[in-house]
């Protein structure tokens, strides 16, 4: 059995999320508080259900903290157990709340007079020990189409020991607070200075052929990639099943995507054993 955990921050898009793994084929239930989740499992699995997504945050309550023993056991029983943990930064999840007029799940805890930001405060810190262990998703900034496929493209495929995400992102725009490893790339020659090179990205190969121009593209690619292969098995100790590797330039369209794509296909034709998957994102290419 498949058994896709997807949890996260209020107002960070779950529903999103959960809509899009039910539309995908998953048997889909929401809320469902940690202490039941290994019954309905059973009984999903006895009725012949191969595929499931479990919607389970801080609305649940103190039990949250039970989730990561619980995904360990599932394992150790041969479940494919795969946890998502979606988040943005604080101010987008204020601003969602805000414009939703909503009443953040926190507030029962907290108080009807605690402020948004301070419900987001607490709820970050109940959610950390499942962040720790979560493939972690930065939604802010991101359109629904772009979420929903991204959920999907980590789901996808066969278990794996270690998923190896690249992402790239504008620094203009902020850190996505989902990467492990953060890379700056923007010491390389800047394709956005060309007119005729702006409106492409690091996919198109004019731009590809003016990065390389740059002999310093060629070591950068090659210091990170030795980085990496030397210290991605460490994560493996740590029971970690995805790292997440950041790569910035300025407006993430063309050093950081070329950078990632690159990158992404020297660990595809050269892989390490410990990685069975691997994949790109593109903040903002989405």
């Known amino acids: 059995m498949k058994v896709v955990l997807v949890t996260g921050m209020s107002g960070s898009g779950k529903s999103v999320a959960i809509r899009a793994l039910e539309d995908s084929g998953f048997y889909c239930v929401d809320n469902l508080p940690p202490s039941f989740i290994a019954d309905v499992l059973k009984r999903l699995e006895s009725e012949g259900i191969g595929q499931v997504a479990i ?5 649940t309550g103190k039990d949250i903290v039970d989730v990561p023993e619980l995904l360990l056991n599932l394992r150790k029983q041969g479940t494919d157990a795969r946890p998502i943990f979606l988040d943005a930064d604080d101010e987008t999840l204020v601003t ?3 414009e939703s007029r909503r009443r953040h799940p926190m507030s029962a805890r907290l108080g009807e007079q605690a402020t948004v930001q301070e419900c987001v405060d607490a709820e970050r810190l109940a959610l950390a020990p499942l962040k720790a262990i979560s493939n972690s998703i930065d939604t802010s900034g991101l359109l629904p189409n772009t979420l929903r496929r991204w959920v ?12 190896l995400v690249f992402e790239t992102f504008g620094f203009k725009k902020g850190l996505p607070t989902d990467a492990d490893l953060v890379f700056d790339v923007r010491c390389l020659s800047n394709p956005y200075y060309d007119k005729n090179l ?15 121009a740059d002999n310093r593209s060629h070591e950068l690619v090659g210091d990170i990639e030795h980085y990496l292969r030397k210290w991605l098995p460490s994560y493996l100790d740590e029971h970690r099943s995805y790292v997440t590797v950041a790569i910035g330039c300025t407006g993430g369209q063309h050093r950081s995507v070329y950078v990632a794509e690159t990158l992404a296909r020297l660990f595809q034709s050269q892989p390490l054993a410990d990685i069975e998957s691997i994949l790109l994102r593109h903040r903002s290419l989405g």
Do not use: C, N
């Not at 702006?198 to 390389?212: S, W």
């Open 152 to 163: 999907l493209d980590t789901v996808e495929g066969q278990k794996a020991r270690l998923t």
């Open 198 to 212: 702006r409106p492409l990205t690091g996919k198109d190969a004019e731009v590809v052929a003016f990065i390389q």
């Open 55 to 59: 919607a389970a945050d801080a609305r």
């Open 96 to 98: 969602r709340y805000s």
